[in-house]
């Protein structure tokens, strides 16, 4: 009983050192730019940075397009489409599960590489959007 009570107050100290989950996803997103940031994900898309906003409980993602994909006309064109695709890749992404249990937003953005101001996509996608 007496180790018991002196293992106790450790026990609290540990207990209470648990991570949330919002600075889980801060440091998941720090890690995974250090390791794969800048990233090519196909022939004309770069994925540049992800991020983790605690305030608004965001995941951004930001990406640069380039070659036939930095197309402004065509990505006005396509909204809809590449929306619900990035809304589908959400939905179905087991990496984001305790996430989306939670509530948390993902933000992308996608810029030009030939103008390097001009935003080429961007949108949220919420809860409601992905349950």
Request: charge should be neutral.
């Given at each position: 009983?007496?180790?018991?009570?002196?293992?106790?107050?450790?026990?609290?100290?540990?207990?209470?050192c648990?991570e949330?989950l919002?600075?889980?996803a801060v440091?998941?997103?720090?890690?995974?730019?250090?390791?794969f940031?800048?990233?090519?994900?196909?022939?004309s898309t770069?994925?540049d940075s992800?991020?983790?906003?605690?305030?608004?409980?965001?995941k951004?993602?930001f990406?640069?397009l380039?070659g036939?994909a930095?197309?402004?006309s065509?990505?006005?064109?396509?909204?809809?489409?590449?929306r619900?695709?990035?809304?589908a890749?959400?939905r179905n992404s087991?990496?984001?599960?305790?996430?989306k249990e939670?509530?948390f937003?993902y933000?992308?953005v996608?810029?030009?590489?030939s103008h390097?101001?001009?935003v080429l996509?961007?949108?949220t996608?919420?809860?409601?959007d992905?349950q």
């Amino acid at each position: 009983m007496r180790k018991f009570l002196l293992l106790m107050p450790l026990l609290a100290m540990l207990v209470g050192c648990q991570e949330s989950l919002e600075d889980r996803a801060v440091r998941e997103t720090r890690e995974y730019n250090k390791k794969f940031c800048p990233q090519r994900v196909d022939a004309s898309t770069t994925l540049d940075s992800i991020v983790f906003d605690k305030a608004t409980k965001t995941k951004r993602s930001f990406f640069t397009l380039e070659g036939v994909a930095d197309d402004l006309s065509a990505a006005q064109a396509n909204a809809t489409q590449i929306r619900e695709a990035l809304i589908a890749q959400t939905r179905n992404s087991p990496d984001e599960q305790k996430f989306k249990e939670a509530g948390f937003s993902y933000y992308f953005v996608y810029r030009s590489a030939s103008h390097k101001d001009v935003v080429l996509f961007e949108t949220t996608i919420t809860k409601d959007d992905y349950q």
